[in-house]
């Protein structure tokens, strides 16, 4: 419970071959089944003089949104092994197509699951991934003329910024883990000479800050 998961923050396109055969892998963020589902279709349309275009998707925290399909290829040779890559990496949110234009010589159930899977792991490889951590949302409410130096130590410090809601004050809600709180709360008190007003609002997921 509450466990870190990775998601897809920008995705990528990568391609591989065997025998002739091409094997182009995209993917994509995808928030929802809708998502996913209009992915593939603008895929399928660039795509439409390809044979194959299989596909895989893992969407949500606990990643309980999946959906694979071979799209003509012998079964399980195809979805199930890219819903596989993407299950070892963990990632979330995630949809990837693998097209394949046919290079003439049929592969064998074997070596055509091995490229799909290759496929979508360079795909995987080239995006960009996030970790998702559990952890608090914040509400830091200051006067205007302080607000930038508050901006500035946030992004100074790796921290998700979610809002920034402007009235007679300017208030940033963000996020952070619980561990590290208390030291960023005694930084914004002492960046805005106490002119802070901090309250924790709800517990939350945040982007981890990247090592």
């Known amino acids: 419970m509450n466990e870190p998961y990775k998601i897809l923050v920008e ?11 091409r094997f182009i892998a995209n993917v994509s963020v995808a928030e929802s089944k809708e998502d996913a589902e209009a992915f593939i279709e603008s895929i399928r349309k660039k795509y439409y003089d390809a044979r194959h275009n299989c596909y895989a998707y893992v969407i949500g925290k606990d990643g309980d949104v999946v959906k694979y399909s071979d799209d003509g290829e012998p079964g399980q040779t195809a979805g199930l092994p890219m819903y596989s890559v993407i299950k ?107 002119k802070i007003e901090i309250n924790k609002v709800c517990e939350a997921y945040f982007q981890a800050k990247e090592d």
């Open 88 to 194: 070892e990496t963990g990632i979330r949110n995630v949809v990837v197509v693998v097209t394949r234009y046919f290079g003439g010589t049929l592969l064998g159930a074997g070596p055509l699951a091995g490229m799909y899977r290759e496929a979508t792991s360079l795909g995987l490889k080239a995006s960009i991934v996030a970790t998702m951590k559990f952890g608090i949302e914040v509400n830091a409410i200051t006067d205007y003329p302080e607000g930038e130096k508050v901006r500035r130590l946030l992004e100074r410090e790796g921290v998700q910024i979610a809002d920034t809601r402007y009235s007679d004050k300017v208030c940033f809600v963000f996020r952070t883990s619980v561990e590290n709180f208390d030291e960023l709360e005694a930084k914004l008190i002492s960046v805005t000479a106490s």
């Open 11 to 21: 995705g990528a396109t990568a391609e591989t071959e065997l025998k002739k055969s």
